[in-house]
């Protein structure tokens, strides 16, 4: 009778102590649902609500400072990570968001400084590695750029991003050899169904600057085939088609980027040329105009950083 009276007892206390091992519900869980659905601005005003009723929550702080890098509101994802870093210091993943803000804000140092901290706390993260390396590249630190892409391939072997852009390094190092090799391996290794327009557009840009147009057109139009609304690659065709005399085509891949890419100043400046040499003087004159108009309204004053008071604290 013990024994039974023990089991009733027990038995009669599981649903109580089942209850104790229950996970606490996720506080955030609408603004995490929210922005797993792809509604960053009903995300965003969940989150305002959550931290103006929780100011002491690093994670709803940090969530936050997330979700405004996803809406590209830099200035303020880095003032949410600010406050969330007065409660605990950034996790790797929280100072990645932090880095990439600095990258959307063209401050390239301030992003190298936290890409680095992330690859020093987790040294097989491939994807800080490979972001590193783009900011290299930006710093025009090529030399580096070539390290953090070697890192970011020993992690994740055949990353055509990574393979990619470790031939834009090495175009840069004046290694063209190096450079079409990477180039070409990020093209083989997409096999026979490729998605990726970059390496095609890279490799068929350096095959233009060696004027080896035979071989770079291929490239070229497999790039158009895969990436027609990049004004790049018509720019390129263009040039082709000007080299071999083509000017009509070379015209048509010029007003396709034009098209694509209309506050681009050289572009209309090229396409001016062009009409020029086929006697379109009327033409040629409009697009010189726009060419002088779009330049005279770039701001020559420089624009200074307003993050410096508010970068992160590395605690």
């Not at 009669?12 to 609408?30: G, I, K």
């Not at 018509?234 to 083509?246: C, M, P, R, T, W």
Request: glycine share 4%; proline share 6%; aromatic share 8%.
């Amino acid at each position: 009778m013990v024994r039974i009276g023990q089991c009733v007892l027990g038995l009669a206390l599981l649903p109580a102590c089942a209850a104790c091992f229950q996970q606490p519900a996720d506080p955030l869980a609408e603004p995490r649902a929210l922005l797993t659905e792809g509604k960053l601005a009903e995300s965003e005003t969940a989150l305002h609500s959550y931290v103006n009723q929780h100011p002491a929550s690093a994670e709803a702080h940090f969530l936050l400072g997330y979700v405004l890098f996803r809406e590209q509101k830099p200035v303020e994802s880095l003032a949410a990570f600010t406050a969330g870093a007065s409660v605990r210091r950034p996790k790797a993943d929280e100072l990645k968001t932090v880095a990439s803000d600095y990258v959307l804000l063209r401050d390239y140092a301030d992003a190298d400084k936290w890409f680095t901290e992330v690859t020093v706390e987790v040294p097989d993260d491939a994807d800080a590695w490979y972001l590193l390396g783009r900011t290299k590249y930006n710093e025009n630190a090529f030399a580096d750029a070539v390290s953090c892409f070697g890192r970011a391939l020993a992690l994740r072997p055949r990353s055509i991003e990574a393979e990619n852009n470790l031939g834009l390094a090495w175009r840069e190092l004046n290694s063209p050899e190096k450079a079409r090799a990477a180039f070409q391996a990020a093209i083989d290794w997409q096999g026979d169904a490729p998605a990726d327009a970059q390496p095609f557009l890279n490799l068929g840009t350096l095959l233009v600057d060696e004027s080896d147009f035979d071989h770079a057109i291929p490239h070229l139009l497999k790039a158009a085939a895969l990436s027609p609304d990049n004004p790049k690659v018509h720019e390129e065709l263009s040039q082709v088609y000007e080299a071999e005399k083509n000017l009509p085509q070379a015209q048509a891949e010029l007003e396709k980027a034009v098209a694509l890419a209309p506050n681009t100043s050289g572009l209309h400046f090229k396409l001016g040329q062009i009409y020029r040499r086929e006697g379109l003087r009327d033409r040629a004159q409009q697009e010189f105009a726009l060419c002088e108009k779009l330049n005279s309204t770039h701001s020559s004053s420089s624009t200074p950083n307003p993050i410096k008071a508010n970068q992160p604290a590395a605690h």
